[in-house]
């Protein structure tokens, strides 16, 4: 194997938000609407048509000796991880067991034929993520012996035999990625059997992704997995064939994933992360061969690591939207300091729906846009119109997030209860959601269609937004309105419902505001019963008070980066509208 150095490690790019960075088009446009996209039906006719011609044109007879073993199998370098590993899960590896948010499974219990842990859990062991924490940690001598006899077990069990999860299009490219760049930790051993069954595996996974990654479902996972493609076409040899295709096939697939903003379709900050890490880890692979990153990748990212910034909080931790928990600041900034883009983070991400206030030390963050659509998605939110806000390290107001970090810390029906509306910090009409989780776990109908209105004004930073979710079911359009002062110490706010246009007036409905506070906030409310102190272990303190209904404190949770759910406490203001409407007028003031 050519390339670097099996004893050498990565070098991290530093994370810069210089000013000779490229310019982002982050300028405010007042009065976007934003409509929700149709149910996707997947690939066109002509888009399946060309998929196979293209796929003919590269299966040449040079292929099918290679198919042959006639072709030499071997790794043509080994790329560079660009991001560091978990040390402590690499360290629990080498102490016997595997550790992943929060879980463990002694290496001894590892059976790949009855796996029985948790479905991102599963991922993690079939994707041989895993590799990149057990690097982080003591030397490649020690770490050489748990690699290799977990491989020969997973390809003991799953290598002749296609089975989901274990050959799931991401996991099957990940685990490309991953052995290709952990290769010194698989590919040591002096066992020619060995290392014959590891390589005609990758060639094996290689074919696998040529014929299922555009049938695979839309969004970051489809991504990664023609990103494996490309990958495998150049760490073997022979591969240019299936370059041009893999290249042609990434192309398509990176232009019907993201919008024009740089957000991903699942509106997933998660996804985010998972999109820019494969992208990076692919340009190594380019940067080993010696090969110009094309261009289109470069750019995809270019848009891409500033709507991810755009979702972190002062402390540079990640914001909890759609199913996504608050992942740390220190791993953030290791995946995008992995992408070499130096960027500011987007203010207004007016396609992916997303909405960023600044003043001083306070973030504020609002979701301006409707749901995915269901089939980019498992674990979509009905979080229109909600809102996270931050005061340095601290969180003030979250959502609960972690919907899709099921586990055994977060069980299915918590996680059901994570996608609700009456989880994020917005308001909640006649008990329902904005728009319907299925019984089966899909979106349903609720929001298709957002009014945002933005202004920077001598007042303040303003954002006016309204959405439809409950037009059809309650006859009511629900409005908010957002001020963040120009010195960060006061966030008004007004909820407002409205009547419908052309629907019918249906009686009186009740309605709740919750607020979701964060972790280190205890809440007491005041004798008039219209406000709350909100104390902050260590930090400032913050006063709410709102001019109508009845508030009160109630229990809530937070779902951590590792998904762990940590309890907290939650505002809740109640109230009924008439078929009239009704408004509330709240505040959040930093009064020390």
Known sequence: MEGRPLNSAPADPPLDQADDAPPIDDSIEPGKRLIRLPADKGLSLG????????????????????LKGRFPLKLLGVPVDPVPGDTRAGTAIRAGHFLHRGLKLPLGDLDFAALDVAPTFA???????????????????????????????????????????????????????????????ILSSSDLVYRSAVLNHLARAARHLDRVADKTRPGTGQMVAWVGIVAASLLMPGGEPRQVFGEAGLRKVLETSFYADGGNISRSPQAQLDAVMALAMLAKVYDMRRMEVPPFIQEVLAR?????LGLLHSDGGMGSWQGSGATSAGHVQAIVAASGVRTRPLKQARDWGYQRLVANKVVLLADAAPPPIARVTEAGCASTLAFELSDGDER???????????GATIPADLARGLRTTAAHSTLILADSNSTAILANGTLGKG???????????????????????????????HRRLLILSPNG??????????????????????????????????????????????????????????SEGALDVEQSLWVDGEGRPHPTEQLVVTGTAPAGGVSVGWIFKHIG
């Not at 888009?47 to 099918?64: E, F, K, S």
């Not at 003591?138 to 069990?157: F, K, N, Q, S």
């Not at 035999?161 to 299009?169: C, D, I, L, R």
């Not at 419908?500 to 249906?506: F, H, L, M």
């Open 489 to 546: 110490r006061e966030l008004r706010g007004e909820d407002m419902l409205l009547p419908a246009p052309r629907t019918r007036r249906k009686g009186d409905k009740g309605f709740a505001l919750r607020f979701h506070l964060g972790r280190n906030i205890s809440a007491s409310l005041t004798a008039d019963k219209l406000g709350a102190l909100l104390r902050i272990n260590g930090g400032p303190l913050w006063q709410f008070r709102t």
């Open 447 to 477: 929001v298709t269609e957002v009014e945002l209105d933005r202004r920077e004004t001598p007042q303040g930073s303003r954002v006016e937004m309204s959405h439809d979710g409950y037009a059809r079911r309650h006859g009511l359009i």
């Open 47 to 66: 888009d399946r048509v060309a998929n196979a011609i293209t796929r003919l044109t590269w299966r040449t007879p040079l292929h099918a000796f290679r």
């Open 396 to 406: 003030i107001v979250v959502n609960c997030g972690g919907a899709a970090l099921t």
């Open 304 to 308: 891409a690591v500033p709507a991810l």
């Open 123 to 185: 991922d993690y062991l079939h994707s041989f993520a895993w590799l990149r924490d057990l690097a982080a940690t003591g030397t490649r001598a020690d770490g050489v012996p748990i690699a290799e006899a977990v491989v020969r077990h997973w390809l003991g069990t799953h290598g002749e035999t296609v089975s989901e999860p274990a050959w799931k299009a991401d996991n099957t490219a990940w685990r490309i990625l991953f052995w290709a760049c952990h290769a010194p930790l």
